[in-house]
C-alpha cells in the first residue's frame, strides 16, 4: 500500500502546464461509443436485474419528498425559536442543501422516475420541486436530456458551455491554484447570474408551464405579504437560494465531470462518494453515483448504488474514475474528487491494486468505496 502511495504522490503531472485542453468529441464518434457501452451493460448485466433495477414506483419519493421539505421546515422553526447568528447561519446550510436535494429529485422528474404514474411525476415534479426552485419541469427537462444525449459536445450540452463559462472543461494540475480560483469564483457567487437566467428562461419550456410558474409565485409571494412574513420568505428562502444552494451546485456540478472531456462514456463522467455529513449535504438522492446514472438513465436514483455495484464487474466501469472524499481523499486507494478534477491521468491507485493483484494471481479486490452510513 505504502508502495502505491508512494506512486501516487511522485507521479509527474502527465500534462505539461502549456498543453493544449484535449479536443471535443465528434457528435457521431461519441453516439456509438454510448451505443457500444450500452451493449457492454446488456451483456454483463442480466435482463431480470437490469428490470428490477430500473423499476419506478408511486410511493418511494414520497418519503423522500416530505423529508427534504420536513428539514427545511424544521430549520425555519429552529431558527425562529432560537434567536442566534449561529442556529440561522446553520439554518440557512440546511435549507440550501435541502433545495440541492430537491434539484437532484426535479432531476428525477425530469426522467419520470419520481413516480410511475405520469401525471404525479408531472404535477408532483412541477408544483413540489421545479416552481419554489423558478424552474419549469419542462425546460428543465430539455436542457437535462440534451446534456445527454451530447455529452461533452461545445454547441449542444449546456453543461459543456457552463463548464466553459466557468473554466471547468480542463483545469489548472496545481489543487492549490485550482481551489483558489474556484473557491474565489463560486463564494464571489459570480455563477449566480448565468444560473437564474437558465433558471427563468422560458424558451425551452411552453406558455402554459412559464405562465404557471409566475402565478404560482404570485400566489406565494401574495399569501406571504398578506401574512406579513414577506422578510422570512425572503431570508429563509431566498438567501439560501441565492447562496449556499448556488455555492453547492457549482461544487457537485464540477465534480460529475470536471477534467474528464472524452468521447469514452466509461471514463467522461466521474462518481464518488464521501462521509455521511458531505453526502448529505453535496450529494444528498445518491447524486455522486454520475458514472451508473450516465450509462443507465433509466435506474430511479434509490436504486443507483445497487446499480454500481452490478457495474463494478465490468472491466470498463471499475477502471472508471471512481472517487472517495470530495475535497481530501479518504482512503489511499482512492482519489479524491478534487484530485482528480486537477489530474484525472493521475494513475488511480485502486486500479493499481488490481494490476498488482493479478500479477501475482491473487483475488481481485473490492474497488467500491466503503459505506460510512
Known sequence: MHSIDARLDLEP??????????????????EDARLSAMRVVRRHVDQATLARLQRTDNHTNVFYIAADWLAIGGAVVTSLLVPSTVVLVCALMVIGSRQRALMNLLHQASHAQLFANHRANYWCGQLLIAFPLLIGLGSYRKSHLAHHRHLWDEELDPKTIRYGELRLVTVAPRRSRFLLRHLGYSLALRQVPANLRAALS???????????RAAYWLVVVGVAVACGVERELLLYWGVPY???????????????????????????????????????????????????????????????????????????????????????????????????????????PALLMVEHARDRGMQRPELEPASST
Open 13 to 30: 503531472d502527465p500534462r505539461p502546464p502549456t498543453a493544449e485542453a484535449p479536443s471535443a468529441p465528434a457528435p457521431v464518434a461519441a
Open 202 to 212: 422560458h424558451q425551452a419550456g411552453s406558455r402554459v408551464e412559464t405562465w404557471g
Open 242 to 348: 441565492l447562496v449556499v444552494l448556488q455555492v453547492i451546485r457549482y461544487w457537485t456540478d464540477a465534480a460529475e465531470h470536471s477534467g474528464l472531456r472524452s468521447d469514452d462514456p466509461w471514463t467522461a463522467t466521474r462518481s464518488w462518494t464521501a462521509g455521511p455529513l458531505v453526502r448529505w449535504l453535496l450529494a444528498p438522492h445518491a447524486d455522486s453515483y454520475h458514472l451508473a446514472h450516465h450509462l443507465v438513465a433509466s435506474v430511479p436514483h434509490y436504486r443507483l448504488k445497487a446499480l454500481h455495484r452490478e457495474l463494478l464487474q465490468i472491466p470498463e466501469y471499475a477502471a472508471g474514475h471512481h472517487c472517495d472524499g470530495f475535497f481530501l481523499r479518504r482512503r489511499p486507494e482512492y482519489l479524491s474528487v478534487i484530485r482528480d478534477i486537477c489530474r484525472p491521468d493521475c494513475p488511480r
